[in-house]
């Protein structure tokens, strides 16, 4: 299976050590899931510069491409393709996250994370975050 999504996300963190999760509004594909903000890769763009574009776009922030760190990322078979989702971290952004699509947004204790259901694709990325935060 060779028909690769990418796709890039953001763990957000807040100075109390909580992180962001948006949920999936209905009508898209995995509604009412949980998720980390980010969308696809365009032509052209580097993964840093297609999540500051996509931090502008769904939460209305800003932040440089220098503030966001790699931490890790997913590979998932879904049924029509496969994700590739690399995941950074940010701590250092301007503007307070409000929803620009229709999406609700949760700050979340690393702890709390699981209490949120997310796509499938994610559950790896979890324990990662939990023991970095913890
Ligand atoms: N942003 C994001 N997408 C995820 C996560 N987990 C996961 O499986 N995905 C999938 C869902 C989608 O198939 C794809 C990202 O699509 P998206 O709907 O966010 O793309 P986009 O922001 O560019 O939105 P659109 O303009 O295509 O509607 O990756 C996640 O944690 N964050
Ligand atoms: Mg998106």
Redesign the pocket.
Request: hydrophobic share 50%; glycine share 10%.
């Given at each position: 299976m060779s028909n690769i999504?990418l796709?890039t996300?953001c763990a957000l963190v807040d100075t109390d050590n909580r992180i962001l999760l948006a949920q999936r509004p209905e009508g898209?594909?995995?509604a009412g899931l949980w998720?980390?903000?980010?969308?696809?890769i365009e032509q052209g763009e580097t993964p840093e510069e297609s999540l500051v574009r996509?931090l502008k776009e769904e939460l209305g922030i800003t932040t440089q491409t220098a503030c966001l760190a790699p931490l890790t990322f997913?590979s998932?078979a879904y049924e029509k393709f496969h994700?590739l989702?690399p995941l950074f971290i940010c701590r250092k952004f301007e503007g307070i996250p409000m929803p620009q699509e229709n999406q609700t947004l949760k700050w979340v204790r690393p702890e709390k994370l699981r209490d949120y259901p997310?796509?499938p694709?994610?559950e790896p990325l979890i324990p990662v975050l939990q023991d970095l935060l913890r």
């Open positions: 999504l796709v996300a898209k594909s995995l998720e980390f903000p980010g969308g696809k996509e997913a998932y994700l989702m997310m796509p694709a994610d």
